[in-house]
């Protein structure tokens, strides 16, 4: 088995590579002198994600083949099934098995098929001045909005009317005032934490961060109302 040749396999963005099953590889001499050889792994692959439209977000899960000091004047590399040297979609790409998640729907030409697992088709492209192989397999997924919705959105539009809700009381009820301005701008700072306990903190625009943000400002602006009316009422007395 160690004399067989056998070619480098890169993978774009990889994290770790482990086996499964305890074997190895697997090799097939055929009749014909034809050698095959396979190898079952388990990778992990770092893909990029882009956080603008959470909780409406939407990514591409994506795996890149290639050989690694190979071209393809030597080595074709191809999705099984698919045409060699032929750009575009080709062949099998990724095959998922049933699976679900509270946080993620997956879908397959519009449709989520978690539940039922899923078949992707693979991509032939052809790289520097096409002498390099890549074949690229991905999928589509998208955030489950509902949490972050019943437990940020709504939460926060109902602090807002709390907080504007200090406006119709009597300017000398300044403890019930006090309660209705400040309790909802610590709220909106537990919400905006509750957000980045879901999503990996850092500086990158996002909406839902935007909007809490400007949730925050509006309650504020209430406290700065209750402060300049009891200073005024002060005045007056």
């Known amino acids: 088995m160690s ?104 879908d397959a030409n519009g449709d989520n098929v978690a539940e039922m697992g899923f078949t992707t088709k693979g991509s032939m492209q052809l790289e520097f001045d096409g002498s390099w192989d890549y074949v690229r397999m991905h999928f589509r997924f998208e955030r489950r909005p509902k949490y972050l919705i019943e437990q940020v959105v709504l939460p926060s539009i109902l602090f807002i009317w709390v907080s504007c809700v200090q406006f119709y009381v009597a300017p000398t009820a300044v403890p019930a005032r006090t309660f209705l301005s400040v309790i909802p701008v610590l709220m909106m700072r537990m919400l905006t934490q509750v957000i980045y306990g879901t999503v990996p903190e850092g500086s990158q625009q996002m909406w839902l961060a935007d909007y809490m943000t400007v949730s925050l400002v509006l309650c504020l602006s209430a406290v700065v109302e209750f402060a300049a009316v009891h200073y005024h009422c002060q005045v007056e007395a």
């Open 3 to 106: 004399k067989i040749w056998v070619p480098d396999m890169y993978v774009d963005r990889l994290i770790r590579k482990e086996h499964i099953g305890g074997v190895k590889a697997v090799a097939r001499v055929s009749s014909d002198g034809s050698v095959s050889r396979s190898e079952h792994v388990l990778v992990s692959v770092q893909t990029p994600t882009e956080m603008h439209d959470v909780p409406f977000d939407r990514h591409m899960g994506e795996i890149l083949v290639s050989s690694y000091s190979q071209s393809n004047s030597n080595v074709r590399v191809i999705a099984r099934g698919g045409l060699s040297g032929v750009e575009g979609e080709s062949g099998v790409g990724l095959v998922a098995e049933p699976m679900s998640s509270s946080t993620w729907s997956f």
